[in-house]
Structures are given as structure tokens and as C-alpha cells.
């Protein structure tokens, strides 16, 4: 990459926070963490650091699926505040030069929506604001769910949730489409109507001084002509949801109507996402996304359901971020992320949480900050906060564990609990909603009342006093790594550098470089929990193991200035990046110019 080639932008250079309002702050005591909550912490948010925070959605919301079952996109969830608080909240973060993106979830609402109770009523007005379509009477051996004198539902989709993605309306005598829980029904984007409504929402949020959005699920909002269409085609397969005939119509019209470069812009796209759609999406014409959250690294240790986990190849890890890195390389941005509030903790499912915890979440968090791309912290992370101990079903509160499961085990497809106990609790959405662990003591200072989600046991010895107390704690290490993005010294090769994967078949060590101009990083990280050995071939060495082009080789270090940057081992660390032995977890990043 060429310094002459970037293309700068504020939130190329940011580092996003991301707080799920229900389980960071609690100030009333009912157990909810709540807006006066996050205000509270915000000396907390400056001292680490971080540029922008991506705040879960606020708005008011019966929480069928805390807070993404809309029912007013336009005012604040009573329990965690009113509109003034929201408004001190801004007003607070910008004061420090804080950002501020919120959750556009506009796939669906809430079956609360007055949009979604009017269009049921039969309201004309309203009533092409969902998907309302007949069942089918026609299916021989249907023995799924049922409406009125056995009639299937209109396809045989699923919900991400588990059971139909349809439901039968008595009132209405027709099925509206919800590919999320039952009360989440589909917006019908095909409206133009809805369009606007969706559009100008976001211009109001705007105007009261937001810095950009996240997008729930956005490439799911165009669905297949076999629903859109009044005689439709066949039924296609769920598949044909993800990524729809008229997505990059839709989303290219919020980007010329709503957004603009000056945003902070992320999309979360789930399925399988070509690489064209992606750079359709964000790509320098494309649609006017600045980036994307896929699933593809999320995927890798499990199947469809919550009780499939399976572990994950770190190889296949890379593959995917090389992937990723590589295709967008001059086209369009990257996040990235290891985990989010609807995904486990990161240094329980990437690394060791047990005996090298601090040294693996300090890795973890290495690579977020040195890859290509825009890195996220969700909270916590930067406290190496784990999975919790989940024993029972009682346990848990999240619909796309609880559903799902329940379902599985009505119809026999699990027969008992037990036999998956452990595999739910690897991968349940819950892991990264327990309370945020603020100290040692009761329920972790989140609240004086009952806390919604039990704390983690653990959080005696994990929590935010102590980090900040310890020098050599994960949260001083990711503070460390938050400033590296301001350092002048490093800053343009950290965040614009190409990415080059050195040694992509190592199943242990993952090593890359970052170079912009002649200047570069060299990142090496062990994934294990034993010794690793190091080493940058000469250019003349048959490096068959290596990368097909090397982007460094051991001969061209010696002109260089080497300096080590970062190191999650504070002792004995050699200075020579050429060739050195990795102890459990270690991450090394040397700066070459
Ligand atoms: O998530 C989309 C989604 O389908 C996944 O995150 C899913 O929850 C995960 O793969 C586990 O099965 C978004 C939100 O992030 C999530 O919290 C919402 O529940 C969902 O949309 C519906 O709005």
C-alpha cells in the first residue's frame, strides 16, 4: 500500500465501543442497567480510550427480544430512560470526543409497532406495511405449524429463533412473515411508504446529532419474489432471503437519501455474503455502507443450532480474515470483531480462559487492533470477562437459546437437556449479557436490586476495579493498544497498511505483516497453550510452508530500524524479530521502518 493511496476517514481511524445497555449500568436498582447508567461511566469510556460507542437498541420496547422488537423508533425504552437522559448521554460522550452510533432495526418491528396494530386492525394505510400472504391449503402431509382448517403456512421458512417463520392473524385470516421471533413481524420494504417512513426516522436521529448507525440485519430486508409477489413463483428455499433481489436498491437509496462518508456506517449482513454483494454494499461506488459485519468467523466452530459446537481450526480462522482482508483491499473497509452481544466471550471461545486468560485475551485483542479494518470491543472484553458457568435451562433468558431448545426438545430432536448441556452453554447468546463486573463485590456493582441475568461468580477476580488497579491487566494493555491508533509514529501504517498473511497453513502461530510504504509491523501471535517457535525465512529458502509471496524475509530486517511495539510478556523478550520462541498466548508486534 502506497501513503499517496489513502483514502482517510474519522472512523477508519476509531476504535468502537459497544455497550448493550441492559447489563452495563444499573441506577435505579430494578436490575437493568440504564442511560444515567452509562453516564456514570463515562470517565470510565475516556480513560480506555475508545473513539465511538455503538449503543444496543434504547427505544422503546416490550423485549421480546431485549430492545430489537421495536414498538417506537422515535423514544426511549422507559426502563432505561427518558429522551433528556439520552440527550445528557450525547451531550457527555461528545464533551470527551466520544461518538455516538445507534441501532437502526428496521427489518422488522415490534408486534407493538402502532404501524404493525393498525395494519392488523385492517387499516388500509397500513396494512402494506408488512407481509401478509395466504397459506397454503394444497400441502398433502404438512405437519408443521397450523392455522385455521389445517392450512400450512405460506413456505416452509423457519425462524431464526426456531419454529415458523410465519404466523397465522385470526382477525386478518392471513399469515404475517417474521423471519425473527413471533412478535418481531417483516417490514415490507416493496412499500415505498415504509421506505420514507424508515428514511426520515433516520434523518430525525440525525438531526439530533448522531454520528452514524449499525444496521441490524440489513441484508435481509428485500425478500424473494415468492413473497413480494402477489402470484408467486415457487417458494424458494430460506437462503433466497439473504441479500434479496432489490437489497442494493434499497440500500443504495438510504445511502443517497440518508448517508453520507462522514458517518460512521455498519451493516450487519448475515448468511453467506459474496464477495460482489459485500463490495456492492461498501465498495468506493457502491451502495454507501463504510462497513460490514459478516459471520464468517463466527460460524466456524458451529452449526445452525445452539447445542452444535464444535471447536474451530485456526487456520480456518485466517482463511477467513484473509479472505476478507485481501477482497476488500482498496474497495471498501473492514470491521472487525470477536464477539458482540449476540456471541460468546471471546477468550472463552478463542482462547484459554482458564490457566492463560490474561495472556490470551491481550492476544485476542492484538489482533483486533493490528488487523486491516475497524476494530470493536464489546464490553468487558477489554476486562477478559469470560463465558458463564450456564448449568440449566432455568438459567437462561435469551429467546434464541430458550426457543429454540425448547422446541428441539418438544419435538424429540434433543431428548434431554444434559446430552447438550455444554454446547449451549459454549455458544448461547447469554454468555455476553450477563452484567457488566464493575467490582468485586455484590452482584459486581452492576446493581443494588436483583440483576435481569445472573453475574459471573467470577467477577471477584475480574472486574473493572481491579483491571484498573493492575498495571499489567488486560484493560491497561487494551488502553495501550487504543492509543497505538493516535501515535504518530505508527498510526498510518496500523491503520491504512496492507494486510499479508506470512505463514497461512501454520496450525498454531498466526503471523502477519502490515506495510505501507517501506514502513512496517510484523505480528506474531501463538494461539496455544505451549512453546511456539518463530522464524522469517531468507528469500532465497525454499519457504514451501510459508505464503506463495513472501511479504517479509529475514534478509531485509537487517536495514531496517526494529522496534518491539507491543508485547503481552513484559519479560525476556528478545529484540531480534528474525527468530525467537513464542511462550503459551504470547503476541508480538515489531514496527520496521
Ligand atoms: O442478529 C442477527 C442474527 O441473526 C444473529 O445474531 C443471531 O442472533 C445469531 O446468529 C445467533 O443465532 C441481530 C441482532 O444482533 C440480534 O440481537 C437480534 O436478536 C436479531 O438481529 C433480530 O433483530
Known sequence: MDSADIDRQWWKEAVVYQIYPRSFNDTDGDGVGDIPGIIEKLDYLDELGVDVIWLNPVYESPNADNGYDIADYQSIMDEFGTMSDWEDLLDGLHDRDIKLIMDLVVNHTSDEHEWFVKSREGDEEFRDYYIWRNGRTDVDGWTGHLGPDDEAPPNDWGSFFGGPAWEYDEDVGEWYLHLFDVKQPDLNWENEEVREEVFSMMEWWLEKGI??????????????????EHNPPEPDGFDATFDGPKIHEYVGEMGERVLSDDLLTV????????????????GRDGDGLGMLFHFDHMLLDRGGDVWEYYGYDLTDLKDVFRHWQKSLEGEGWNSNYLNNHDQPRMVSRFGDDVEYRVESAKLLGTLLHTLHGTPYIYQGEELGMTNYPFERLDDYQDVDTLNPVQNALDEGVIENFDDVKDSVAALSRDNARTPMQWTDEEHAGFTDGEPWLAVNPNHEEINADT????????????????????????????????????????????????????????????????????????????????ADELPLHAGEVADLDTELLVSNYDEDVESDPTEFALRPWEARVYHLS
Not at 448507525?213 to 428485500?222: A, E, G, P, Q, W
Not at 451493516?267 to 461498501?282: I, K
Open 267 to 282: 451493516g450487519e449482513v448475515v448468511g453467506d455474503v459474496s464477495m460482489d454483494d459485500a463490495r456492492q454494499y461498501v
Open 467 to 546: 483491571a484498573r488497579e493492575d498495571d499489567d491487566s488486560v484493560f491497561h494493555y487494551y488502553r495501550n493498544l487504543i492509543a497505538l491508533r493516535d501515535d504518530d509514529d505508527v498510526s498510518d501504517v496500523l491503520v491504512y497498511g496492507s494486510y499479508d498473511d506470512l505463514w497461512p497453513s501454520h496450525t498454531d502461530l498466526w503471523a502477519y505483516t502490515r506495510t505501507l510504504d517501506d514502513e512496517r509491523l510484523l505480528v506474531v501471535l501463538n494461539f496455544t497453550s505451549e512453546d511456539q517457535q518463530f522464524r522469517l525465512p531468507r528469500e532465497d529458502e525454499d519457504h514451501a510452508t510459508y
Open 211 to 228: 454520528d452514524g448507525f449499525r444496521m441490524d440485519v440489513i441484508n435481509l430486508i428485500s425478500k424473494p419474489p415468492s413473497v413480494t
